[in-house]
């Protein structure tokens, strides 16, 4: 049960990063140069009033800042959680052997805790680059934090912390380790009605 349930996440996430694909292409048609803000490395950037897909996923209360990323060989990233690529995937074919983490540091502004009622949706943040997109793997983000969920998470009111982001790099996609490493990567935060998008270098190797 457990394995059919992780082909079937993975099988939704590459339905869904194709579906996103397919709105980003679209709307970049579309766009003006005024409504696209790159945001260099290290730079915080503050979701304001601006959303992914519906206004409903409004995070005006929160900021981010890229403090770091790495590209590393899903085996090499294992090692920290004392497991492996085969127990990882429990006699399953892999779908994803390289991950792209990428450290961010989040604040809630927010001052009081009564008002506090945002979140930040991981399934609508997306790292971008060049025709590719990545989307945080549930099943690494569960090693990273055992005790949340992999929907999303939210600050305390006025708080930050750093964040690991795991995001799969699918096999699919045909792209090695070192082609990951030296593509030009964004994470994209907002899509309306400004399009936002932070610049993310990761480490050398």
């Known amino acids: 049960m457990k ?26 048609l579309n766009r003006n140069d005024g409504e696209r803000i790159i945001y260099p490395m290290g730079e915080t950037a503050a979701y ?10 409004i995070r005006s209360d929160y900021e981010v800042q890229i403090v770091s990323a790495k590209v590393t060989p899903l085996e ?3 090692k920290e959680f004392d497991t492996t690529p085969e127990e990882f995937w429990d006699g399953e074919e892999p779908l994803f052997s390289t991950v792209y983490e990428v450290e961010a540091k989040f604040r809630n502004n927010c001052p009081s805790e ?5 979140h930040i949706d991981l399934v ?12 945080v793997q549930e099943d690494l983000w569960l090693l990273v934090y055992p005790e949340t969920t992999p929907n999303g998470f939210r600050l305390s009111a006025d708080s930050e912390m750093v964040v690991r982001l795991p995001f799969a790099v699918l096999n699919h996609t045909g792209a090695s380790t070192e082609y990951v490493r030296n593509k030009d ?20 190797s």
């Open 48 to 57: 304001e009033d601006d959303f992914f897909v519906n206004a409903d996923d």
């Open 114 to 118: 009564d008002d506090s009622n945002q």
């Open 76 to 78: 090499e990233y294992l």
């Open 124 to 135: 609508n943040t997306i790292l971008v680059t060049g025709r590719d997109w990545y989307q």
């Open 185 to 204: 990567t964004y994470l994209l935060i907002s899509m309306w009605p400004t399009e936002k998008l932070m610049q993310v270098i990761p480490e050398k």
């Open 3 to 28: 394995n059919w349930k992780k082909i079937l996440a993975v099988c939704l996430a590459v339905v869904f990063c194709t579906g996103v694909g397919l709105r980003i292409w679209a709307v970049n």
